[in-house]
């Protein structure tokens, strides 16, 4: 069912993590302190921009040569990432601009303002973009990333993950997230993981090893399904959002 008159799905809030988390620190000063207010979306929200296959340059969705010099590829464990962005219906979303960016194998991004002492890898930029197919799908190639330290406690480390931005069919189903991996202990350390209230929600952020998929001497392949808006949405990367 949809929401007349919009037609966007609602949100289920007491799946998200509270905007208020202060074992995750920067929630304290960024978290809103009145509550929220619901109002019908306008034409605003229910239309966005149509992306095509067109904008997208020959690599785009090669994060391990994208950004490397000619016979060269970037360093790591090569993975394949692939699934379906998905509306609350279970049908794919045609046309969704998927956007990833993340850290290199070392655990180290390519920003100016990167602390972290792991080194640079000069052939991996960290960031790439693809468009679903007519039935949702998509699929990239990168390196697995590494996990980092980051100044929240004395001793905290992000878990190794990729970030997602998903600009859907209008700008109401526009989401934001993490996808982290299977097996990995450190997801259950983070404490921007444990925002969420959920072990059943934090589990929709972990992608499944498919060895199916696996290209042999080459590439493991992991599985990461989206959801935009309704109430099975994909967590929204650290905090409530949205309409």
Not at 210 to 233: C, E, S, W
Request: charged share 20%; glycine share 10%.
């Amino acid at each position: 069912m949809t929401d007349k008159p919009s037609g966007l799905f609602h949100r289920d809030r007491n799946w998200h993590p509270p905007a208020l988390t202060p074992l995750y620190k920067t929630s304290v000063k960024r978290s809103p302190a009145a509550a929220p207010l619901s109002m019908p979306s306008t034409l605003s929200e229910d239309t966005g921009p149509v992306f095509t296959r067109g904008i997208l340059g020959p690599q785009d969705g090669d994060l391990i040569h994208n950004f490397a010099k000619d016979g060269q590829s970037a360093i790591g464990p090569r993975i394949i990432v692939y699934g379906r962005v998905l509306d609350e219906n279970g049908r794919g979303v045609p046309n969704a601009l998927v956007e990833v960016w993340q850290a290199n194998a070392g655990g180290r991004y390519r920003h100016k303002k990167e602390s972290y002492l792991a080194p640079l890898d000069p052939n991996f930029g960290g960031c790439g973009r693809v468009i679903t197919d007519a039935h949702g799908n998509y699929e990239f190639r990168t390196i697995q990333p590494g996990p980092y330290p980051w100044p929240n406690g004395p001793n905290d480390w992000r878990p190794a993950h990729i970030h997602f931005s998903i600009f859907g069919a209008s700008f109401g189903q526009r989401l934001i997230t993490q996808m982290y991996f299977e097996g990995d202990p450190m997801i259950w350390q983070c404490p921007i993981v444990g925002t969420i209230p959920s072990r059943e929600a934090i589990e929709t952020l972990v992608a499944a090893l498919d060895m199916r998929r696996t290209v042999p001497m080459d590439a493991r392949a992991y599985k990461f399904d989206i959801v935009l808006r309704g109430v099975r949405q994909t967590m929204f990367e650290n905090r409530m959002e949205g309409l």
